[in-house]
């Protein structure tokens, strides 16, 4: 299973059994997450909870074989922790 398939199974997961919901960021959207993967940078995210505007969850190598810890940087995010 590459990465996008387990952010994917993360982010189904996660809809599955909370209220939040994922779709594609538009030109127009101002709060959305920003998926990157800078290998050095490890696993983190910029920001813990809804901040109104651009957050970034950095999948580095550090967290790319373990859905569940996709799990919870999504849900640091979104301050479901």
């Known amino acids: ?5 387990r952010l994917h199974k993360a982010m189904t997961q996660i809809m599955a059994v ?6 594609p960021a538009r030109d ?3 709060a959305y997450v920003a998926i ?3 290998e050095e940078m490890g ?3 910029r920001n813990i909870g809804y901040t ?8 580095g190598r ?3 074989t373990v859905s569940l810890m996709h799990i919870q940087r999504i849900r640091h ?3 479901y922790s």
């Open 28 to 30: 127009w959207t101002v």
């Open 77 to 79: 995010i979104a301050n």
């Open 18 to 23: 909370t209220c939040l919901r994922f779709e």
């Open 52 to 59: 109104g505007r651009r957050q970034e969850l950095n999948l």
């Open 62 to 64: 550090t967290c790319q």
């Open 43 to 45: 696993c983190f995210v």
């Open 1 to 5: 299973m590459d990465r996008q398939d």
């Open 36 to 38: 990157t993967d800078d």
